[in-house]
């Protein structure tokens, strides 16, 4: 079993198969209207709070380029949110193990956060960006730490910067949690570490939460369901092929 690494990605291979990433899978879980509203509202309060430098943008390149300027804002704060995401873990994993850390400006807050969580809960690490993988399913992931948490045991812990933590995310944590092997600091195999409980640390500006995640076997079934659906249904836009190619009209009779 391996993580390959990509410039901006990264895949899990097992025996020379390619698995399916554990984040990949969640895909297959409907997603409701909520994120088209949150988009819309995005782009409406940008609109109306800039109506000047969008008329001058209009003015100086065309409508075209405005709309296309218009409708990459939502994907432009999904991209950041994911660097920021990456950024703040790679400074908690170095900032657990007590290794000194240089903290950028715009994530000193989430530092903050993570720092207020340490001081409060005092865990000590066990693993952290451990590399997972179930032969079984064919699944793998890279989970973000095991830890030693005093009062409440090993626990799972699975950090988000997001500004909300959604029921998914426990599927999530719970796929990591029935993983069969773990990849040691030499790349071995080696069974994976069985927990007492999993949580969420919600990492916010100066501030956390520590949530408690039903991350059992009913969970794990949830999870295993999604995976399902996403190879059955969206892996590779599989609907979509579903559709053929539109009939040709029949031959018409002109007067």
Known sequence: MERV???NYHRYR????WAIGVTTALKGIPKDDALKRWAARLVAEYAVGNLDQIRAM?????EGHAIHYLKEIPNQRFKSAGIRGTEVHALAEKYIKREEIEVPEHLYPYVEGYAAFIEDHRPVSVHEELVVASREHMIAGTLDSIQDIPGLGRCLVDYKTSNWVYGEHALQVAAYRYMEVYLDAEDNEQPMIPVDRCLILHIKPHDYALIPVQADEDAFRKFLA???NYVANVQSNKLDKLLGVALDPPAREFA
């Open 226 to 228: 999604a995976r399902d």
């Open 14 to 17: 097992i025996d020379g198969r």
């Open 5 to 7: 690494d990509y410039t």
């Open 58 to 62: 209009i003015a100086d390149a065309g």
